[in-house]
């Protein structure tokens, strides 16, 4: 912007700008200021005084309603506009100059138009509201995969937010120095029109505009925008991977420590998989998991010992609520129970927080997420199901120690799950990095929640990462079988099913902290210490090699959904042609032949 139209800017905007010294930063953000028109400029410069404010006039503002103090110190409810509740994919563009470099399966606009769209939107947005400035750092301060994003919004629930999630405030601007290299990230909620709303990532400009939403994954742009949209785009031209994955450690009896991988499609387990308690019996006997990071993973090969790595990028959790207890969750239940922000739950007459599954009996009324009276037998939810908390991962009681650590974690498995209620076992192993990459590629699962649609259907997910590819997905596929040869030694991968459901509709396997059985049998093949059985599907453990002592579950039962049905899982390659026809002639070759090596033999 020219110096003329900056001196036009009120005072205190051009003090704000004065204030920043990277001179890239300060032009886009006069730039921004001069579009958005608000009526002041806050900058965040990190740090639990400013929270503490964000969360004070928030409360003023009506976005935040203190909980009950003794319960929930410094926990806030937040309601969300109930248009508003979900990730909304056909909202969300890769706007690219060409259609091919989106793809088959993301929406695309032709980056001039996109901006040309979304100018219109921005123009006055911000008029008679606070614009915040949220400098922020992805990834552990100095790892060389950092990145520094610069989020403006109008929304004061989602500077807060930030807060958690990142590492916001001035040791982004330390990270970022001089340099050019960071995440222009603009949003406004707008006027929360659901026809007016745009999630537009512009992968070649490193930037993003979200117009028209203030819900998580819309909103908090350093999440799925910039550390997997724009990520995966840099990874694929950089030689390194940003995933849909939690990270976590297992340390097993003896003291051996090894890091697992795991990418399932949104609200299909990875917080809690993440956060998992083994149970009493292992517990005693050495078995303990820690959290690195429960939702992405940016992954690399080391250059002298060319193993894979693994950071967290985020520095919070923006977790499922429905289904989540002191049973199923406990490292969730202590995360959030101080300094958490709670979205679209039940506020109870005491000024705790209820939601579908936190008890096994409901409270007798509460006023519902969206502000109305609620009682048990009134037919609505109380809470959203995809209902949140939103906490700083420094409340995990079972943060990993390398959380923060710049050099990452290295990786030993990779895990793909699906929410499958038949077909696919509850565990298998690939036979190798081609074939554990065409698995991840196929993967199904059924849709939740976590956005907006028709829940239960079962859709092509490839890696968890459908909804987040930032380019053309025939090239993310080439990106991750290319890999196998940068990794000497590459970790084994396979593919997990948690939600297994028998003829009556209950699920097979208990879940949650029992997972760590398999996670044993993952481990072992692994340091290459238990035999396997061919299938065709892939490796399967013995009878017997999974531990099911002291469960509630039948052995027969276990083993008849490990057993591989030829006749579904050629129904199973029939659903697959759909992605399949999708890339068309851009397929690769490795999928094509792992496809027909599968089909010959059933
Ligand atoms: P996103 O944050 O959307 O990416 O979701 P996520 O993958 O982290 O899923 P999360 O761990 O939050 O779990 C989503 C839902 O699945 C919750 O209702 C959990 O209670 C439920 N869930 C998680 N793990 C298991 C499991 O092992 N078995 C069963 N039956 N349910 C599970
Ligand atoms: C997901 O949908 O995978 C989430 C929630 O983790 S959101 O941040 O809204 O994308
Ligand atoms: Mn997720």
């Not at 097993?252 to 697992?260: A, L, M, N, Q, T």
């Not at 923006?318 to 709670?342: C, E, Q, R, S």
């Not at 949140?388 to 650590?405: I, K, Q, Y």
Request: proline share 6%.
């Amino acid at each position: 912007m020219p110096v003329d139209k900056i001196n036009k800017l009120p005072e205190s905007h051009r003090n704000i700008l004065k204030g920043i010294s990277n001179l890239h930063v300060r032009k886009w953000l006069s730039e921004c200021i001069e579009i958005c028109n608000p009526d002041q400029v806050v900058l965040c410069g990190g740090g639990a005084e400013e929270l503490r404010k964000l969360f004070a006039d928030g409360m003023k503002a009506g976005v935040f309603i203190e909980l009950n103090r003794q319960k929930l110190p410094n926990c806030y409810l937040h309601r969300s506009n109930p248009n508003d509740v979900a990730r909304t994919e056909k909202c969300t563009y890769i706007c690219t100059p060409t259609q091919a470099m989106a793809g088959p399966t993301n929406n695309w606009m032709e980056t001039r138009a996109a901006y040309q769209k979304l100018e219109p939107l921005f123009r006055g947005c911000m008029k008679d509201r606070t614009m915040y400035v949220l400098p922020f750092v992805m990834g552990p301060l100095g790892s060389p995969l950092a990145k520094v994003g610069v989020q403006i919004t109008d929304s004061i629930y989602v500077a807060a937010s930030m807060g958690m999630m990142t590492r916001m405030g001035s040791v982004a601007f330390n990270e970022l120095g001089d340099s050019n290299e960071f995440t222009r990230c603009l949003h406004s909620v707008g006027d929360c029109n659901p026809d007016r709303r745009y999630i537009c990532h512009f992968p070649m400009d490193n930037t993003v505009w979200s117009f028209g939403s203030g819900y998580g994954g819309n909103a908090l742009l350093g999440k799925k925008c910039l550390a997997l949209r724009i990520a995966s785009y840099l990874g694929y031209q950089q030689g390194w991977m940003a995933e849909h994955m939690l990270i976590s450690g297992i340390t097993e009896p003896g003291g051996r420590k090894s890091y697992v991988a795991a990418a399932f499609p949104s609200a299909c387990g990875k917080t809690n998989f993440a956060m998992l308690i083994p149970p009493e019996s292992y517990r005693q006997s050495g078995w303990k998991v820690t959290t690195v990071g429960d939702d992405i993973a940016w992954l690399w090969v080391d250059k002298t010992t060319r193993k894979l790595r693994a950071v967290n990028p985020e520095s919070g959790y923006f977790g499922v609520l429905p289904g989540t207890n002191w049973k199923t969750n406990p490292n969730a239940m202590h995360t959030m129970a101080h300094d958490t922000i709670y979205t679209n739950v039940a506020l109870l007459p005491d000024g705790d927080v209820w939601w579908e599954g936190k008890t096994d009996s409901p409270p007798p009324h509460a006023i519902d997420w969206i502000g109305q009276p609620w009682t048990p037998d009134c037919g609505r939810k109380a809470a959203h199901p995809n209902s949140r908390f939103t906490a700083p991962m420094v409340n995990n009681p079972a943060l990993d120690s390398a959380a923060n650590d710049p050099a990452g974690v290295p990786v030993t498995a990779i895990i793909f799950g699906g929410r499958r209620k038949d077909v696919i076992p509850i565990v298998y192993e690939a036979f190798n990095w081609d074939y554990g990459v065409y698995i991840g590629a196929t993967l199904g699962s059924e849709t939740t929640a976590a956005a907006a649609g028709k829940v239960g259907l079962v859709r092509r997910d490839p890696m968890a990462m459908l909804p987040f590819i930032g380019y053309n997905i025939a090239d993310y596929f080439i990106h991750w079988f290319r890999m196998r040869s940068r990794i000497a030694d590459c970790p084994r991968i396979f593919q997990v099913n948690w939600f297994r459901k028998n003829d009556r509709g209950e699920f097979v396997w208990p879940g949650y902290g029992e997972n760590i059985r398999i996670l044993e049998w993952i481990l072992k093949r692994s340091h290459g210490e238990v035999y396997a059985i061919e299938s065709q599907l892939g490796w399967m453990p013995r009878a017997g090699d999974i531990n099911l002592d002291g469960l509630n579950i039948d052995p027969t039962e276990f083993a008849a959904v490990q057993q591989v049905d030829a006749e579904s899982l050629k129904a199973e390659f029939l659903a697959e042609e759909e992605l399949f026809l999708k890339l068309a002639g851009e397929l690769p070759k490795e999928m094509i032949f792992m496809r027909e090596l599968l089909v010959s033999r059933l």
